[in-house]
Antibody
Framework: QLQLQESGPGLVKPSETLSLTCTVSGGSISSSSFYWGWIRQPPGKGLEWIGSIYYSGITYYNPSLKSRVTISVDTSKNQFFLKLTSVTAADTAVYYC?????????????WGQGTLVTVSS | QSALTQPASVSGSPGQSITISCTGTSSDVGAYNYVSWYQQLPGKAPKLMIYDVSNRPSGVSNRFSGSKSGDTASLTISGLQAEDEAEYYCSSFTSSSTGVFGGGTKLTVL
Protein backbone atom coordinates (compact mmCIF):
# COMPACT_ATOMS: atom_id res chain seq x y z
CA GLN A 1 0.00 0.00 0.00
CA LEU A 2 1.39 3.34 -1.06
CA GLN A 3 2.43 5.65 1.78
CA LEU A 4 3.88 9.15 1.79
CA GLN A 5 5.80 10.93 4.54
CA GLU A 6 6.82 14.57 4.67
CA SER A 7 10.00 15.67 6.43
CA GLY A 8 11.91 18.88 6.95
CA PRO A 9 12.44 21.79 9.34
CA GLY A 10 9.45 22.89 11.34
CA LEU A 11 10.73 26.44 11.70
CA VAL A 12 12.04 28.71 8.96
CA LYS A 13 13.14 32.32 9.27
CA PRO A 14 11.52 35.06 7.17
CA SER A 15 13.21 35.63 3.78
CA GLU A 16 14.84 32.18 3.90
CA THR A 17 14.00 29.06 1.89
CA LEU A 18 11.57 26.38 3.00
CA SER A 19 12.71 22.91 1.98
CA LEU A 20 10.65 19.74 2.40
CA THR A 21 11.05 16.13 1.32
CA CYS A 22 8.33 13.60 0.61
CA THR A 23 9.37 9.97 0.82
CA VAL A 24 7.23 7.44 -1.04
CA SER A 25 7.04 3.84 0.15
CA GLY A 26 5.07 0.82 -1.00
CA GLY A 27 5.37 1.70 -4.67
CA SER A 28 7.56 3.32 -7.28
CA ILE A 29 7.62 7.06 -7.81
CA SER A 30 8.33 6.28 -11.48
CA SER A 31 4.95 4.64 -12.14
CA SER A 32 3.26 5.93 -15.27
CA SER A 33 0.13 8.06 -14.82
CA PHE A 34 1.27 9.05 -11.34
CA TYR A 35 2.04 12.63 -10.58
CA TRP A 36 3.17 13.82 -7.17
CA GLY A 37 1.77 16.91 -5.54
CA TRP A 38 2.28 19.41 -2.77
CA ILE A 39 -0.68 21.06 -1.04
CA ARG A 40 -0.64 23.40 1.95
CA GLN A 41 -3.12 24.57 4.56
CA PRO A 42 -2.55 27.67 6.71
CA PRO A 43 -3.80 27.27 10.28
CA GLY A 44 -7.59 27.48 10.34
CA LYS A 45 -7.83 28.02 6.60
CA GLY A 46 -8.48 26.05 3.43
CA LEU A 47 -6.36 23.96 1.12
CA GLU A 48 -4.09 25.43 -1.55
CA TRP A 49 -2.52 23.42 -4.38
CA ILE A 50 1.15 24.34 -4.66
CA GLY A 51 2.20 22.21 -7.60
CA SER A 52 2.75 18.75 -9.03
CA ILE A 53 5.56 16.85 -10.72
CA TYR A 54 5.83 13.81 -12.99
CA TYR A 55 8.70 11.40 -12.40
CA SER A 56 10.34 12.62 -15.62
CA GLY A 57 10.64 16.07 -14.07
CA ILE A 58 7.72 17.82 -15.77
CA THR A 59 6.28 20.32 -13.32
CA TYR A 60 3.12 22.35 -12.92
CA TYR A 61 2.82 25.19 -10.43
CA ASN A 62 0.16 27.38 -8.87
CA PRO A 63 0.55 30.72 -10.70
CA SER A 64 0.36 32.62 -7.41
CA LEU A 65 3.46 30.81 -6.11
CA LYS A 66 5.28 30.00 -9.33
CA SER A 67 8.01 32.64 -8.95
CA ARG A 68 9.07 31.19 -5.58
CA VAL A 69 8.44 27.44 -5.95
CA THR A 70 10.56 24.60 -7.23
CA ILE A 71 9.42 20.98 -7.11
CA SER A 72 11.92 18.27 -8.02
CA VAL A 73 12.20 14.49 -7.90
CA ASP A 74 14.87 11.88 -7.16
CA THR A 75 13.67 8.57 -8.57
CA SER A 76 16.65 6.69 -7.14
CA LYS A 77 15.54 7.59 -3.63
CA ASN A 78 11.80 7.46 -4.33
CA GLN A 79 11.52 11.03 -3.09
CA PHE A 80 10.27 14.36 -4.32
CA PHE A 81 10.96 17.78 -2.93
CA LEU A 82 9.53 21.24 -2.37
CA LYS A 83 11.51 24.46 -2.19
CA LEU A 84 9.80 27.76 -1.47
CA THR A 85 12.00 30.84 -1.43
CA SER A 86 11.68 34.22 0.30
CA VAL A 87 9.15 32.96 2.83
CA THR A 88 7.01 35.21 5.00
CA ALA A 89 4.60 34.57 7.84
CA ALA A 90 1.91 34.00 5.21
CA ASP A 91 3.70 30.79 4.25
CA THR A 92 3.12 29.30 7.70
CA ALA A 93 1.03 26.21 7.04
CA VAL A 94 0.71 22.46 7.24
CA TYR A 95 2.36 21.14 4.09
CA TYR A 96 1.07 17.90 2.62
CA CYS A 97 2.47 15.72 -0.12
CA UNK A 98 0.14 13.43 -2.03
CA UNK A 99 -0.14 11.13 -5.02
CA UNK A 100 -1.80 13.00 -7.85
CA UNK A 101 -3.49 10.23 -9.80
CA UNK A 102 -3.76 10.96 -13.49
CA UNK A 103 -2.10 14.35 -13.37
CA UNK A 104 -5.24 16.47 -13.39
CA UNK A 105 -4.42 17.96 -10.00
CA UNK A 106 -7.72 16.96 -8.47
CA UNK A 107 -7.42 13.32 -7.47
CA UNK A 108 -4.99 13.33 -4.56
CA UNK A 109 -4.91 9.94 -2.85
CA UNK A 110 -3.23 9.03 -0.59
CA TRP A 111 -1.87 11.95 1.38
CA GLY A 112 1.01 12.18 3.80
CA GLN A 113 0.18 13.08 7.38
CA GLY A 114 1.34 16.65 6.85
CA THR A 115 4.07 18.69 8.48
CA LEU A 116 3.64 22.09 10.10
CA VAL A 117 6.11 24.72 8.96
CA THR A 118 6.19 27.96 10.92
CA VAL A 119 7.85 31.05 9.49
CA SER A 120 9.18 33.14 12.33
CA SER A 121 12.37 34.80 13.46
CA GLN B 1 -6.86 31.71 -10.24
CA SER B 2 -9.73 32.10 -7.78
CA ALA B 3 -10.79 29.46 -5.31
CA LEU B 4 -13.97 27.57 -6.08
CA THR B 5 -16.98 28.85 -4.12
CA GLN B 6 -18.48 26.67 -1.38
CA PRO B 7 -20.94 27.57 1.39
CA ALA B 8 -19.13 28.15 4.65
CA SER B 9 -21.38 25.77 6.54
CA VAL B 10 -24.23 23.30 6.18
CA SER B 11 -26.04 21.24 8.76
CA GLY B 12 -28.44 18.35 8.97
CA SER B 13 -29.92 15.85 11.39
CA PRO B 14 -28.97 12.18 11.50
CA GLY B 15 -30.66 10.23 8.73
CA GLN B 16 -31.26 13.28 6.56
CA SER B 17 -29.54 14.13 3.28
CA ILE B 18 -27.48 17.24 2.66
CA THR B 19 -25.90 18.72 -0.43
CA ILE B 20 -22.79 20.88 -0.63
CA SER B 21 -22.30 23.00 -3.71
CA CYS B 22 -19.04 23.98 -5.40
CA THR B 23 -19.26 26.76 -7.95
CA GLY B 24 -16.52 27.47 -10.42
CA THR B 25 -16.37 28.84 -13.94
CA SER B 26 -16.38 27.67 -17.53
CA SER B 27 -12.60 27.41 -17.20
CA ASP B 28 -12.58 24.83 -14.44
CA VAL B 29 -15.64 23.01 -13.08
CA GLY B 30 -17.69 23.72 -16.19
CA ALA B 31 -14.96 22.68 -18.59
CA TYR B 32 -13.83 19.30 -17.28
CA ASN B 33 -15.10 16.27 -15.41
CA TYR B 34 -12.11 16.46 -13.10
CA VAL B 35 -13.85 17.50 -9.90
CA SER B 36 -13.10 15.84 -6.59
CA TRP B 37 -14.33 16.06 -3.03
CA TYR B 38 -12.33 15.61 0.18
CA GLN B 39 -13.33 15.07 3.78
CA GLN B 40 -11.07 16.48 6.47
CA LEU B 41 -11.46 15.58 10.11
CA PRO B 42 -9.85 17.89 12.70
CA GLY B 43 -6.09 17.47 12.81
CA LYS B 44 -6.08 14.93 9.99
CA ALA B 45 -5.05 14.92 6.35
CA PRO B 46 -7.85 15.23 3.80
CA LYS B 47 -9.41 12.01 2.51
CA LEU B 48 -10.58 11.58 -1.07
CA MET B 49 -14.32 10.86 -1.15
CA ILE B 50 -15.29 11.50 -4.80
CA TYR B 51 -13.20 11.92 -7.96
CA ASP B 52 -14.00 12.71 -11.58
CA VAL B 53 -17.33 14.27 -10.52
CA SER B 54 -19.09 11.10 -9.38
CA ASN B 55 -16.67 8.22 -8.81
CA ARG B 56 -16.10 6.80 -5.34
CA PRO B 57 -12.73 5.35 -4.36
CA SER B 58 -12.75 1.86 -2.94
CA GLY B 59 -13.86 1.87 0.68
CA VAL B 60 -15.90 5.07 0.59
CA SER B 61 -19.51 4.64 1.64
CA ASN B 62 -22.14 4.74 -1.10
CA ARG B 63 -23.93 7.35 1.03
CA PHE B 64 -21.57 9.81 -0.65
CA SER B 65 -22.36 10.81 -4.21
CA GLY B 66 -21.28 13.55 -6.60
CA SER B 67 -22.77 15.32 -9.58
CA LYS B 68 -22.25 18.34 -11.78
CA SER B 69 -24.43 20.78 -13.70
CA GLY B 70 -22.78 23.53 -15.68
CA ASP B 71 -20.24 25.37 -13.55
CA THR B 72 -21.47 23.88 -10.27
CA ALA B 73 -20.56 20.54 -8.76
CA SER B 74 -22.35 19.01 -5.79
CA LEU B 75 -21.62 16.51 -3.06
CA THR B 76 -24.61 14.75 -1.52
CA ILE B 77 -24.43 12.79 1.70
CA SER B 78 -27.47 10.63 2.39
CA GLY B 79 -28.41 8.97 5.65
CA LEU B 80 -26.34 11.51 7.57
CA GLN B 81 -24.34 10.08 10.47
CA ALA B 82 -22.52 11.75 13.34
CA GLU B 83 -19.19 10.55 11.93
CA ASP B 84 -19.79 12.62 8.77
CA GLU B 85 -19.24 15.84 10.72
CA ALA B 86 -16.14 17.32 9.11
CA GLU B 87 -14.83 19.94 6.72
CA TYR B 88 -15.42 19.20 3.03
CA TYR B 89 -13.40 20.58 0.12
CA CYS B 90 -13.96 20.39 -3.61
CA SER B 91 -11.21 20.67 -6.21
CA SER B 92 -10.98 20.95 -9.97
CA PHE B 93 -8.59 20.92 -12.88
CA THR B 94 -8.42 24.22 -14.76
CA SER B 95 -7.88 25.29 -18.36
CA SER B 96 -4.50 26.72 -17.32
CA SER B 97 -3.36 23.20 -16.43
CA THR B 98 -3.44 23.95 -12.74
CA GLY B 99 -5.46 22.75 -9.79
CA VAL B 100 -7.78 24.75 -7.57
CA PHE B 101 -9.59 23.99 -4.32
CA GLY B 102 -12.78 25.36 -2.87
CA GLY B 103 -12.78 27.34 0.36
CA GLY B 104 -14.24 24.48 2.37
CA THR B 105 -17.61 23.73 3.97
CA LYS B 106 -18.10 22.84 7.61
CA LEU B 107 -20.72 20.11 7.98
CA THR B 108 -22.45 19.96 11.34
CA VAL B 109 -24.58 16.96 12.27
CA LEU B 110 -27.24 18.24 14.66
Amino acid sequence: QLQLQESGPGLVKPSETLSLTCTVSGGSISSSSFYWGWIRQPPGKGLEWIGSIYYSGITYYNPSLKSRVTISVDTSKNQFFLKLTSVTAADTAVYYCALDVGGYFNRFDPWGQGTLVTVSS
Amino acid sequence: QSALTQPASVSGSPGQSITISCTGTSSDVGAYNYVSWYQQLPGKAPKLMIYDVSNRPSGVSNRFSGSKSGDTASLTISGLQAEDEAEYYCSSFTSSSTGVFGGGTKLTVL
